[in-house]
């Protein structure tokens, strides 16, 4: 691999000469394919760990246990409105800006009129998503080295 960087009238370009079996052939669709299965599969994990977090429990998530009588607890709406898209290398989880979900998430302003703290659901998420996605894509790469081999 050799480069070279070019300055002129204040713009950057560089160049990049690749050479050798990963860069040759059908090699860069099959990396650019392993980089959308690792998105995708961060994705997945992504949906699975918001739906544990958001799960109703027996009382109701939104109810308190004194409020949550038969028939009135959380039937998992808020839940079932997140959806994930992906498109091309980017992947994103969101909750189709339901009303409420600023406010369940914490980052609304009827936060602090409410002295509701929210459940961070998104953020605890994103930051456990941060400690899983060098594992998922050095897995899909080992994967795709092997098979490059």
């Keep these: 691999m050799s480069w070279e960087l070019v300055r002129g009238n204040d713009n950057i370009r560089v160049w990049v000469r690749a050479s050798g079996p ?5 090699a860069p ?8 299965n690792a998105i ?4 997945e994990l992504g949906e699975q760990r918001l739906d544990q977090i958001l799960r109703p429990r027996p009382a109701g998530v939104y109810l308190s ?4 009588k038969r028939g009135k607890a959380s039937k998992g709406h ?5 959806h994930a898209t992906l498109s091309s290398l980017n992947g994103r ?10 406010w369940l998430e914490g980052t609304s302003s009827r936060n602090q009129s409410t002295r509701f703290p929210g ?10 998503l941060e400690t ?3 594992g998922v894509l050095h897995a899909h790469v080992n994967r795709l080295v092997r098979d490059l081999s």
Excluded: C, M, P
């Design 78 to 82: 808020y839940r079932r409105s997140l």
């Design 119 to 128: 459940y961070h659901s998104f953020l605890k998420t994103a930051q456990w």
């Design 29 to 36: 669709s099959r990396v650019r394919g392993t980089t959308q």
């Design 132 to 134: 899983k996605k060098a």
């Design 93 to 102: 989880i969101d909750d189709g800006n339901v009303e409420y979900g600023k």
């Design 65 to 68: 246990v004194a409020q949550a």
């Design 22 to 26: 990963i860069f040759e052939g059908d």
């Design 40 to 43: 995708r599969e961060l994705v």
